[in-house]
């Protein structure tokens, strides 16, 4: 038979109000009652029902992740590693996640959960330029924490150190002895892009050159100008292209195979983003390693610093690696 509040003050000899606050560490009661009821409860395995946890913490013990409802299939392979980062993590603080799909193109999801107390906080998965998203947080009496740098100082946020290691990643191809690239990069309305952007420029410039601006192309994910631009940039000497992510990469290899173009002997290509959509790629892929899983378990421990009372800060997380591969030899 299972235990309840009931059962445990009947044979503990106290009040149900009594066995309720030494459990949840709130109200006055003496630390030897709260001690003996804590004893007890360990001693038969006794875990409150998740209801009566919510209610005596006054918590719901959910955190809602925000993903893009526009977010491409390609797009997906980083969005599960970010999730199974946050609910690995979530796990050790007895949290459950709920995922809720919003972004500039509408925010319902998510101002249900919030203004009916459905989560306890609220992890944004992509930094999109004026966005709705955070803009409503803002507004809100929740905590949050946003995955990327979302330019704003008055937004708490986790990101990778995605223009430092863009910048290392184009000082090692220049010291590899390619000078000349062409860059395709994503939605200028992704913060992302603009970092990705500037650590590229920041690459040539560290090496005493400078990157030709007639070959950068933004907004390539879904444009239809992918193959003219990618002949174009052939033409114009790039020795590489660079891609600002792992889904773009797909695409331009697909583009350069269906021209007959081969790749590392005619154009050698790689990206500033590595996930298991490039992993069976031929050849295989120069490109740069950041840790997903690990990215989502440090925003969730932030946020739950946060609902302890501690203040929630930015931060930066500078380890990756550069996977030279087959595609720049």
Excluded: W
Excluded at 78 to 91: E, I, K, N, P, S
Excluded at 177 to 197: F, P, Q, W, Y
Excluded at 205 to 229: P, Q, T, W, Y
């Amino acid at each position: 038979m299972g235990h309840t509040l009931d059962s445990i003050a009947k044979e503990l000899g106290l009040s149900k109000t009594t066995v309720s606050r030494a459990i949840s560490g709130k109200g006055r009661i003496s630390e030897e009652t709260r001690k003996k009821v804590n004893e007890y409860i360990k001693e038969i395995n006794y875990r409150p029902s998740a209801v009566a946890r919510s209610l005596a913490a006054n918590r719901t013990y959910n955190v809602g992740l925000v993903v893009p409802a526009d977010s491409a299939l390609g797009e997906m392979p980083y969005f599960q590693t970010l999730m199974t980062g946050v609910c690995d993590r979530a796990m050790d603080f007895e949290y459950d996640v709920l995922i809720i799909l919003a972004d500039n193109d509408g925010i319902a999801a998510l101002r249900h959960a919030v203004l009916n107390r459905k989560i306890d906080a609220v992890i944004v998965s992509r930094c999109e330029r004026d966005s709705k998203v955070i803009n409503f947080l803002k507004e809100s009496d929740i905590p949050y924490i946003v995955v990327g740098n979302p330019m704003d100082e008055s937004v708490p946020y986790v990101d990778h150190d995605n223009e430092g290691a863009a910048t290392r990643m184009i000082e090692t191809l220049i010291d590899s002895g390619i000078k000349r690239m062409a860059l395709i990069g994503g939605g200028e309305n992704i913060n992302v892009t603009h970092s990705r952007l500037a650590g590229f420029r920041q690459g040539f410039i560290n090496k005493g050159l400078k990157a030709d601006e007639s070959l950068i192309f933004l907004n390539m994910h879904k444009s239809a100008r992918m193959d003219s631009v990618l002949k174009e940039s052939i033409s114009e000497g790039a020795e590489c292209i660079v891609c600002m992510d792992d889904m773009l990469c797909n695409s331009v290899l697909n583009c350069l195979h269906n021209d007959g173009i081969a790749v590392p002997e005619d154009i050698k290509l790689c990206s500033f983003y590595d996930s298991n959509l490039l992993s069976t790629s031929k050849p295989s892929i120069t490109s740069l390693y950041f840790d997903a899983k690990k990215l989502g378990g440090q925003c969730l421990e932030i946020l739950m610093r946060g609902l302890d009372g501690e203040s929630i800060t930015n931060e930066i997380l500078t380890d990756f690696n550069i996977q030279m591969r087959d595609s720049t030899k």
